[in-house]
């Protein structure tokens, strides 16, 4: 019974040990990489191990070689009593997003992670050439599963360029935003976009199935001038309110 009380010690040990020296930094945003087909994950300066966590001067999420989104002082660590049950909580810290997650075995997520400045720019995803903008998003993305919600708000958005239906619109009708937007397995769901600014209001609704976006653009307009309104006119539903159906 000794004997086998020191195996199980020892094996355990090794285990350990080998964990604690192979799933470096490196290694475990390679893993982490094995998850994400389409992007990648680099990192700046990491340090930690799979006992302690990580610690990493900036982590980005890259496509193509372009940086999508920037965290910077990121702190990752992990809970393994949910093991038992099949699951590690993982908490997350950084001066961008702070949460913590629930991960099944099977790849599920579960879990709240809290926004806050987190720079977006639309020319990082090459989205639509004609609307194009950046800015900084506070809100909260909350997983569940297969599906996650993220709602968000923007005070601040730097219009680049915004045109519609070959219509040119004001960058003052949309400065400040606030929405819900949820991801599922085969569809992206608007659930609803507010915009405000000083020339009005407006809202996006839609959604996109297999990379084919369908979206409602809603327009009620302020002190605008014909220039901006005349080519309007067509999506006229009633007076003062405009409705435009487009993709990106």
Known sequence: MKKLSLVIIVLLFTV?????????????IDIANTF??????????GSGNIFTGYKFK????????????????SDISFNYLPV??????????????????????????????????????TASFSLNENIQFSTRLTGILKLKGDTA?????????????LKVLDIELPFTLFTAAKGGIEFGKSKVLIKSINFEGP?????????????????????IPKDWGEPYLIPLEQYKTSPGFYKLSFSI
Not at 16 to 28: E, H
Not at 58 to 73: A, D, F, P, Q, Y
Not at 150 to 156: A, G, V
Not at 199 to 219: D, T
């Open 16 to 28: 350990i040990m080998t964990a604690f020296f192979y799933l470096t930094p490196a290694t475990f």
């Open 199 to 219: 020339k009005g209001n407006a809202r996006i609704v839609g959604e996109v199935v297999k990379n084919s976006p369908k979206l409602e653009l809603e327009i």
């Open 58 to 73: 900036k982590i980005s999420l890259m496509k193509n070689r372009v940086e999508l989104l920037g965290i910077t002082n």
């Open 149 to 161: 919600l993220l709602e968000i708000k923007t005070d601040d958005i730097n219009w680049k360029k």
């Open 84 to 121: 038992i049950i099949g699951r590690v909580g993982i908490n997350i810290k950084s001066e961008e997003v702070k949460g913590r997650i629930k991960a099944t075995f099977t790849g599920a997520l579960h879990g709240d992670i809290a926004i806050k400045e987190l720079f977006f720019d």
């Open 36 to 45: 994400l087909p389409e992007v990648s994950i680099n990192y700046d300066e």
